[in-house]
């Protein structure tokens, strides 16, 4: 395999080749993974990521087709710290609520296993592949008895996401969509969920609800809908929730990462798997494209995109929300520029 030197050369060689200023790149250590035939480069920081992937990526593409191999994933040393940081934090809020005896006891094995993944990926924060690997080997795990879970299935990646890894840690998956008509869950939102629940054959309902003040609220300039819609969908399935006597809910919500990532309302425990994996947008895509979920273009869902085309003042919310992912690094800055152009 190439050594870190060689990998500089050839960076220096490419930047000149299709125009850009001389630079050296500084490359901290380098891992190939065999099986995936996939090259991870770790800088020192986020401007020597920049110089090896260059802009629009032409760099790291240019250097992929060179080194003749299937992908290339380059890393800062300082996102990984972070990385790490919240994902110990994580494990240790996970021995915490074993130890004060929060978790049922039919649950244990399956919190057994979060901590042995969190363990995993915190000694190995810089492999994307490890969940995905889990979720391989383990989807089809047979359900620990009386570890019954709802979770909220939006038909988005990362909702998605969570329902997958869900099965795999051996959690009994039920899995309900809040549908209160095609302007806020449309047709392509129905095909990823549909697509999902037949190939992993979980338990699935559509909760049909009337959200129409909210909707009226949004299309009359009064509200920015997300917030009220997000709060009305979460209370709809922790109601649900509470009346199947399930003591625990999933959700996708990537943010609330370390020991908020499991928070408790009414002694119902909701837990933000992505967030407590520390899982970036890149991984979670990865993921879920094998079960037919198809990236959703664009931001929001219609009645966000009529709300920002009849008052342009609310634009700026959404881009407000775009930016926290990117802040926290689970959305890379190009990514986050692509979804800011399409609001």
């Known amino acids: 395999m190439y050594t870190k030197d060689e990998i500089i050369e050839n960076v220096i060689k490419i930047r000149k080749e299709i125009g850009h200023e001389y630079v050296k790149p500084e490359i901290r250590e380098i891992y190939y993974n065999d099986d995936t035939d996939e090259l991870t480069i770790i800088t020192p920081d986020r401007p020597e990521k920049s110089i090896i992937i260059g802009k629009g990526g032409w ?25 790490e940081y919240q994902l110990q934090l994580a494990k240790n809020n996970i021995e915490k609520l074993i130890k004060n005896k929060q978790i049922p006891t039919s649950y244990i094995p399956v919190f057994e296993n979060i901590y042995e993944l969190l363990k995993l990926k915190h000694s190995h924060a810089y492999d994307n592949n490890i969940i995905i690997n889990y979720i391989k080997k383990n989807i089809n795990r047979t359900p620990y008895e009386n570890a019954d879970v709802t979770v909220a299935l939006s038909g988005g990646v990362d909702s998605s996401f969570s329902l997958l890894l869900a099965k795999a840690l051996g959690f009994n998956v039920h899995a309900f969509s809040v549908d209160p008509g095609t302007i806020i869950l449309p047709k392509q939102f129905h095909y990823n969920i549909d697509n999902l629940i037949k190939k992993t054959e979980i338990q699935h309902e559509y909760l049909e609800v009337d959200m129409k003040q909210i909707i009226d609220d949004a299309l009359s300039g009064k509200i920015h809908p997300c917030g009220r819609c997000s709060s009305f969908i979460e209370k709809t399935i922790h109601k649900k929730t509470a009346n199947m006597n399930i003591p625990i809910m999933i959700y996708g919500d990537l943010l609330s990462t370390g020991s908020q990532a499991i928070t408790f309302n009414d002694n119902i425990m909701r837990i933000n798997l992505p967030a407590l994996m520390r899982m970036e947008k890149n991984e ?60």
């Open 59 to 83: 760099v790291v593409g240019k250097l992929r087709e060179k080194l003749q191999i299937n992908s290339i994933h380059v890393v800062s040393y300082t996102d990984i710290i972070l990385k």
């Open 284 to 343: 979670i895509k990865n993921i879920v494209v094998d079960y037919d979920v198809k990236k959703i273009k664009g931001y929001g869902c219609p009645l966000v995109v009529q709300v920002h085309h009849k008052y342009p003042q609310y634009k700026s919310f959404s881009i407000q929300r775009v930016l926290r992912e990117t802040r926290a690094g689970i959305l890379e800055p190009g990514e986050a520029l692509d979804l800011i152009n399409t609001i």
